[in-house]
């Protein structure tokens, strides 16, 4: 392939969408959310916490305490986008099979890391 197809190819890529979890492996606490960006997400969560900015304080915590190789990141599930060009709603539907995993896991307390 050439550099043109290469980059062509790239530009026309959809990125994953559906829903992961940042799981401590030390005491089973999950962090659950979803995204439009599967790809880049994990990226920002672990540059957050590897520098203590993290939103989710009691996950920042763990992190500091346990360490990253205590942390895995885990998709649950993915959406298949249309390949017809059907109009398609990414963000409403990664938010429903977001609060699916919410209520079927329940990721809270001493469960995980949502109040």
Same mark, same amino acid.
Request: hydrophobic residues 35%; proline residues 4%.
């Given at each position: 392939?050439?550099? =043109?197809? %290469?980059?062509? +190819?790239?530009?026309?890529?959809?990125?994953?969408?559906? *829903? $992961?979890? @940042?799981?401590?492996?030390?005491?089973?606490?999950?962090?659950?959310?979803?995204?439009?960006?599967?790809?880049?997400?994990?990226?920002r969560?672990?540059?957050?916490?590897?520098?203590?900015?993290?939103?989710? =304080?009691? %996950?920042?915590? +763990?992190?500091?305490?346990?360490?990253?190789?205590?942390? *895995? $990141?885990? @998709?649950?599930?993915?959406?298949?986008?249309?390949?017809?060009?059907?109009?398609f709603?990414?963000?409403?539907?990664?938010?429903?099979?977001e609060?699916?995993f919410?209520?079927?896991?329940?990721?809270?307390?001493?469960?995980?890391?949502?109040?």
């Amino acid at each position: 392939m050439t550099r =043109k197809e %290469l980059i062509n +190819d790239y530009k026309h890529l959809k990125p994953r969408i559906g *829903v $992961f979890q @940042i799981r401590n492996t030390a005491n089973g606490k999950v962090f659950i959310e979803g995204s439009t960006n599967l790809d880049k997400i994990w990226n920002r969560h672990r540059t957050e916490l590897r520098f203590g900015s993290h939103r989710n =304080k009691p %996950l920042q915590q +763990d992190w500091a305490a346990f360490g990253e190789a205590s942390f *895995v $990141f885990e @998709i649950l599930s993915e959406i298949a986008q249309p390949e017809d060009g059907t109009p398609f709603d990414a963000n409403r539907e990664m938010k429903g099979l977001e609060k699916l995993f919410m209520e079927e896991v329940q990721p809270f307390g001493e469960r995980g890391y949502h109040a």
